[in-house]
């Protein structure tokens, strides 16, 4: 157990519906992050919060949402989505940016 | 811009001997620099890190890696493996700027 807490684990969904993604971290931290990994492209940084502010967007798509209503939570929430998009979305926090980080466990999400 | 390699997309090695698991970088800057391991269905786990100071780190599990400057290196070892070390490996640099950047990772496999 990190500290970092995913749900749901699993998520099987249409390509016309919406769900969201939740990550909840119990250490304190001050940044969070969404991560995809696939098996394509291992580990991808898609989102940073530090501080509720988002400080980075790599260039995903606008399918994919982000809400970090506060220090400890963050949301992704998914619309729309293509089956290319099924894959292990990880959440993790870190203390500061650039620190090392805490993952959750992870939630698998298959697009059909 | 800054990136990651492991060279090794696969390293095998007999349970009691020594593992290397290889790992350079390019970043501007000093380097913060990281190891983490994924068991299977799981997040990633902090293994160790490398600030400043001593070349040698020391993290959990009995995992070390040694920081080498001049050849820009960060390789992973521990001196007898263990079955249960059987897992994938991720390194990965950080700047003060606080990007993150992981390598495609390295799947470790120790036979009894």
């Known amino acids: 157990e990190t500290g970092v807490t995913q749900t749901p684990r699993h998520l099987v969904m249409g390509m016309t519906n919406k769900k969201s993604l939740k990550c909840e971290q119990h250490l304190g931290h001050n940044a969070m992050y969404w991560y995809k990994q696939s098996a394509k492209k291992p580990l991808e940084l898609m989102f940073v919060?530090?501080?509720?502010?988002?400080?980075e967007n790599n260039s995903v798509p606008s399918r994919f949402s982000p809400e970090c209503p506060n220090s400890s939570h963050l949301f992704l929430h998914l619309h729309t989505l293509q089956p290319e998009d099924s894959a292990l979305y990880l959440c993790a926090s870190s203390q500061m940016i650039g620190q090392e980080a805490f993952f959750g466990q992870g939630t698998r999400l298959t697009v059909v | 811009a800054q990136s990651v390699a492991q060279p090794e997309d696969q390293v095998n090695v007999a349970e009691g001997n020594p593992l290397t698991v290889k790992c350079t970088y390019s970043?501007?800057?000093?380097?913060?620099l990281f190891w983490y391991v994924q068991y299977p269905n799981r997040g990633l786990q902090f293994l160790l890190k490398?600030?400043?100071?001593?070349?040698l780190v020391k993290g959990s599990y009995g995992f070390e890696a040694e920081f080498n400057k001049s050849q820009t290196s960060f390789h992973l070892k521990k001196p007898s493996a263990l079955v249960s070390d059987s897992a994938l490996y991720f390194c990965?640099?950080?700047?003060?700027?606080?990007?993150?950047?992981f390598g495609d990772g390295t799947t470790l496999t120790v036979k009894p």
């Open positions: 919060y530090s501080l509720e502010e988002r400080v």
């Open positions: 970043v501007s800057g000093n380097p913060y």
């Open positions: 490398y600030i400043t100071g001593d070349n």
């Open positions: 990965a640099v950080t700047t003060n700027a606080g990007k993150s950047t």
